[in-house]
């Protein structure tokens, strides 16, 4: 029930509720950059290859440091802000 | 078995036993009461922090599928098994949003499954209880592709007997899972999930770092791999696979990557660990760092080519008559590394297929207990039954599994975990979709859901296996093979596309047309008991524990 849940957490004072805001932010839009991966006739190539592993191999794994920075990013630019009031979408 | 197997065998088996030692003890860390109500034994009390999180969540997410099936699929076909790697990337971007909607309004609201929430945001059961259904089934899959890798390890130690026999290691180790589940719940995964990590990182260290140098280095190996691979397969008269991703599989492999990524955050048990994640902060933290597993994972999948350079030709399992491609890493160890470290690596192997497969079944049995047992079957169920239920489902589940393992006989048995992938998937509209809008209505989500399981499974149903007959066979399907009441309209394109992808495109359509159409007729709306502040909602920063929930939800 809406009436109890609500009561539940206010008493336990453990959740609290965000204000909603509607705008979010542009920084979120970072989260694209490691889909580009998938764009796979950008990678599928051979050369240039590093010690001897083939560009497309490197290539994909070099996105695992972008993927991380751009969701570290994300989370630095919209801190200090509580979540409840920036509006995370 | 030879004396290397013997000494292989009796390494495992210590540490195996180790391992089940420590999930018994688990019962006993960080309980304050008894293990009796549903969410103590499900979701450990919500208060795990982030170093723990990060384990848990990673510990579920790579798994035989990551050091067995993945490696095999690059072994047989090549670049296109890469895919795994770029899955590990993007899932988490794409997931990162989303996911936090989705912890806040569940702690708002005391919801613990995903058929919770759906409930909660529609008021309609039929609604919720497809949504339970489909995660017991889905997850089936998925737990097997693990048994399917637990096995392959036991075969390469030398218990590769025919018969009835044959298939004994496969349900002791299952025993065990089922055992130290029932008491402990999810505290026993996570503290196996530190060890398992402990063990896996050093055995495949060693293995990233020594066998490429052992086989002449990356050049060579490519070079040799890529040989092999261009031969001409007698079945197919076409290449078995390339280095390189062809015409044909460029799409598949996108669609593989982001259907795979759309369908991790909707099973139950990546819902089971996000909820116990203890507050928005860490929940960031923690899918943030997730991609950084996959740097491992691509190294580990590199190791399917070291082991065409090595040689290495897959097992015969001598219960089916057919070779194991599952096999082909343990092997390569077999081969190549002394037989003491092999012990500790099939152990590494073994518990990184134990501690999924656990939490797996905890999260199906969830479903059943909560949003089919207590919602349909008993109404009143107090705690106490709704956590006995929760445990029986969780052997039923397993049970399932067993069955699909011998009864479902993929090419690769990661497509195991990709039917899974379709099935789940079919659950994005009503969880996913509903996180942000609930423009979708009820009826359009039940009518997409039809549609979309219906045609996928019908499509997975008709793709042959390797040797072009029998079915169930894959998940990739060509487009020339797509069919809408007879309009075929890719003409002849080999291009293949994940058979997933395309069932959720007819769940979506199918699900705005009969939205259009609910609106129109002014069919009921239900009720949403959610409101949008929930989907923000973060808890005390200052470590005041949330309080656990003793009831479910009223249903």
Redesign the interface.
Known sequence: MPASSQQESSESGAIQEGVQRSVSSPWNLLLIVPLLMLITPWFNHVSPRIGGVPFFYWSQLAFVPVSVLAMSIVIIVTRGKSDSVKGQS | MTGAQAIEFSIFLVLFLFVTVLGFCAARWRVKGKLHTLDEWALAGRGFGSWVSWFLVGGDLYSAYTFIAVPALVFGAG?LG?YA??Y???A???A??PV??LW?VS????YVTPADFVRGRYGSSFLALLIAVTGIVATMPYIALQLAGLESVLRVMGLNDSGILGDLPLFVAFIILAIFTYTSGLRAPALIAFVKDLLIYIVILAAIVYLPLHFG??????GHASTVLSKKSPVTGKPSGS???THGN?LQ??TL??GSSAALFLYPHSVTAALSVKN??VM??T???M??Y??LL??IM?LGYVAIAAGVKPLINHATGKADTNTVIPLLFSHSLPAWFDGFAFAAIGIAALVPAAIMSIAAANLWSRNIYKAYLHRSASPEQQTRQAKFASLVVKLGALIFVVAIDPLFSIDLQLIGGVLILQTLPAVAIAL?TRWLHAWGLIAGWFAGMAWGVYELYTLPAANGSGHFGGSALALKAVDLFGWHSFGGSTVQIYVGVLALIVNLVVAVVITVIARLVHAPEGVD?T??????????KDG????P?AQA??Q
């Open positions: 670049a890469f790697l770029a590990g990337v993007v988490f971007p794409i990162f949003l936090l909607r806040s702690r708002t609201h005391g280095g990356w050049g060579s190996i490519f280095i390189l991703l460029q492999y996108a990557a982001l928005r902060t960031k933290r899918v943030a760092a991609p950084a996959s740097l691509g190294l590199l942000y008991e409101r949008a502040g929930s989907y923000h909602a973060d808890a005390e005041v524990k949330s309080a929930l939800p009223a």
